[in-house]
């Protein structure tokens, strides 16, 4: 079974731009959460989906948003770049929600120059 | 403070040692304690999750939860120099959404 997917592998963004990134859940999986990690850091909770609902969301301004398609896929947009948001962004899905089996994708890498 | 501590390393072991590797943490709330593996560049692979106190057992990985000390424990036999990565501790309430993660233990196996 093919895993969690990210697009894309990597980007480089002005401070200012816009970003969108994208991700595509395990099969048979409902549930899509977005973390942001910051090299030598831990993964930061940013959203989390669930049946194109939103269910939580972390401690990110507003130009954070996501959204969740019928077919369980889901967008990170991030406005407005700064230079603090470089960083590994991950994607981790679940079946129902469940936080204690996520399983993460290989994440996208921005970098914002 | 910090709701998750982790000693970020790094920390080197030879090869066939038994790796101790631990976190602790203030949330007296949180109920599931999970173990991530991350090699460079990757994204974290779960290891395995506790619910509550006690061990859990897979394979060559061991992980135990104290709750009464806030603090949780991965221990790695026979270690092998694949096991080289950052381990990173995650953690949850019942109910929650979200994982709060330590900062990550990065550890070498020497061959």
């Known amino acids: 079974d093919a895993g969690v997917t990210q697009s894309p592998t990597h980007l480089i963004k002005t401070r200012g731009q816009h970003v969108t990134l994208r991700c595509s859940p395990i099969s048979g999986h409902k549930s899509v959460s977005w973390y942001q990690q910051v090299l030598g850091q831990g993964p930061q909770f940013i959203f989390q989906y669930y049946e194109k609902e939103e269910r939580g969301r972390g401690n990110f301004p507003d130009r954070f948003s996501a959204r969740q398609f019928p077919n369980y896929s889901s967008e990170l947009n991030v406005n407005a770049l700064l230079l603090g948001d470089s960083a590994l962004y991950l994607c981790?899905?679940?079946?129902?929600?469940?936080?204690?089996?996520?399983?993460f994708g290989p994440g996208t890498r921005l970098t914002v120059t | 403070q910090k709701e998750v501590e982790q000693d970020p390393g790094p920390l080197s072991v030879p090869e066939g040692a038994i790796v101790s590797l631990n976190c602790t943490y203030s949330n007296s709330a949180f109920q599931y304690f999970m173990w991530y593996r991350q090699y460079s560049r990757k994204g974290p692979e779960l290891l395995m999750y506790?619910?509550?106190?006690g061990n859990k057992e897979d394979g060559r990985f061991t992980a135990q939860v104290d709750k009464s000390s806030k603090y949780i424990s991965l221990f790695i036999r026979d270690s092998q120099p694949s096991d080289s990565a950052t381990y990173l501790c995650?953690?949850?309430?019942?109910?929650?959404?979200?994982?709060?993660f330590g900062t990550g233990t990065r550890l070498t196996i020497i061959p």
């Open positions: 995650a953690m949850s309430g019942f109910g929650n959404e979200k994982l709060t």
């Open positions: 506790t619910y509550s106190s």
């Open positions: 981790a899905s679940s079946k129902s929600g469940t936080v204690y089996e996520q399983y």
